[in-house]
């Protein structure tokens, strides 16, 4: 999910605290920052995070993507 790539209460964080998780996960994460052994699982992970920023940092591709889970959840504990 996107939201567990960044760590935070997406729910409750404004602009710039998903902008800072942002930020220090792609220090971490850097492909150009990690040893050769390493490189092609950080490029996998940069990936990820972009996405999520991508998502997160968007009012209107966040709320859409907050409904689909909302749908998700829902549709998952009637199967139960």
């Known amino acids: 999910r996107v939201k567990e790539q960044f760590g935070i209460n997406v729910t409750d964080s404004n602009k710039e605290v998903i902008e800072k998780a942002y930020k220090t996960l792609a220090k971490k994460y ?12 950080a490029e996998k992970r940069m990936k990820e995070i972009n996405e999520a920023y991508d998502v997160l940092s968007d009012e209107q591709k966040r ?8 749908a998700e959840d829902e549709r998952k504990k009637q199967e139960e």
């Open 30 to 41: 850097h492909p150009d920052l990690q040893t050769a052994e390493n490189k092609e699982i």
């Open 63 to 70: 709320k859409e993507y907050d409904e689909k889970l909302e």
